[in-house]
């Protein structure tokens, strides 16, 4: 609507000032044929008047669309007009106008839809972050409240003495498990918050196999319900660069992952291999597995990619976003891979070599 509004007030002012200017030569030729006819020493003879050359006077009558007025008296009939080339640009002139009003209104409708479009997407792209922002809060609130519901249910137990002492270690362990876990989530949390700024790393120099054995030493534990196969090279250093905190943080989301969507019979096999001036680190689970275009979206923030994966368990959407930026920070990265879905995913760590 407004494109045709505009193009149409263009449109006639374009025919309105092509009227204005007959109009005035109609004018100044009406003039100019009065003084001829009073005036009796003008000659009336073919050719320019002097006193203005854009008139003329013609023995043939003009054509159609020419402005002229026949001289009286004169034989042959003689006509006073104004100058072929002077109608002739102004007509010319119309028709550019009119080009240009068409070239323009052409333009301005494609920046019009353009921008709409845009606008579109802009707003279903706020949407879509609120709604995932929402999705977020609504995660995060349930894996708080789970743990919390745990820990409080032995606590009470705990106080009014329903738990034998033979049990008590192992509710004691499943309680340190839930405080872990709580743990790892305030920390993805947290360091979430800060996604827009740089973290502060500690980058030191450390042996990556001595590191990867102590870490799966002490975590063996929480992979007490699945199988962990690592083999590391023996009287071989990885000396790579890094921060140790960081590392271990990358490590628990990628199990943490491993441990939610894989079903019971958990096999994660750990490997490591030198790659130019990097050293991997090859995590490969037995889980259901991804789609090809789903590989670099798992690492997006707060999304959950609920008609991708399965709805096994619930996560805040942050860890494997969180693991990428901090092993970037670290001058490596991560990318993950999967043969498609029910085969498994392989997450592949890469950190920068030492000196």
């Known amino acids: 609507m407004l494109v045709t509004w505009w193009s149409f007030f263009i449109y006639r002012s374009i025919e309105d000032r092509t009227v204005q200017q007959r109009t005035i030569l109609k004018h100044e030729l009406g003039n100019i044929f ?37 001289i009286p008296g004169s034989s042959p009939t003689l006509y006073l007009s104004v100058g072929e080339y002077i109608t002739e640009g102004i007509e010319k002139d119309q ?17 019009v839809l353009i921008s709409i479009i845009f606008l579109f997407k802009f707003i279903r792209l706020g949407k879509r972050s609120t709604k995932e ?43 340190l498990k839930q405080i872990e876990k709580q743990e790892r989530l305030a920390e993805n949390v947290l360091t979430g918050s800060s996604f827009k700024s740089s973290i502060n790393l500690n980058i030191e120099e450390f042996d990556l196999i001595g590191y ?30 890094g921060d140790l905190y960081a590392l271990e943080v990358i490590l628990d989301n990628i199990i943490d992952n491993a441990g939610k ?3 019971p ?19 490969t689970d037995n889980g259901p597995g991804f789609k090809a275009s789903c590989s670099e979206r798992i690492f997006s923030a707060f999304k959950y990619l609920r008609n991708e994966l399965p709805e096994t368990s619930h996560g805040t959407g942050m860890g494997l976003y969180i693991s990428r930026k901090l092993a970037r920070q670290m001058g490596g990265d991560i990318i993950a891979s999967s043969e498609g879905e029910g ?13």
């Not at 809060?137 to 409240?145: D, F, N, P, T």
């Not at 745990?150 to 329903?162: M, T």
């Not at 054995?213 to 000396?239: C, Q, R, T, W």
């Not at 019979?265 to 750990?270: A, D, E, I, M, R």
């Open 34 to 70: 009065h003084r001829m006819i009073d005036d009796k020493e003008i000659p009336v003879v073919p050719g320019k008047i002097e006193m203005d050359h854009r008139f003329e006077i013609v023995r043939s009558e003009p054509g159609k669309g020419s402005i002229y007025s026949a």
């Open 95 to 111: 028709r550019r106008k009119k080009i240009m009003v068409f070239g323009e209104s052409g333009l301005l409708a494609f920046v």
């Open 133 to 175: 922002m929402e999705e977020f809060w609504g995660r995060i609130s349930h894996e708080i409240r789970t743990p919390i519901t745990g820990l409080k249910s032995f606590l009470e137990s705990l106080r009014d003495g329903s738990i034998s002492k033979e049990k008590l270690p192992d509710f004691v362990e499943l309680a």
């Open 212 to 241: 990867l054995n102590s870490y799966f030493s002490e975590h063996s534990v929480s992979l007490a319900d699945g199988k962990l196969i690592y083999d590391f090279p023996e009287n071989k250093n990885h000396i790579v660069l």
């Open 261 to 263: 969507y894989a079903s």
């Open 265 to 283: 019979g958990l096999k994660l096999v750990v490997e490591t291999e030198i790659s130019g001036k990097y050293a991997e680190i090859l995590l």
């Open 343 to 355: 085969r498994g995913a392989t997450f592949k760590v890469y950190l920068p070599l030492g000196k």
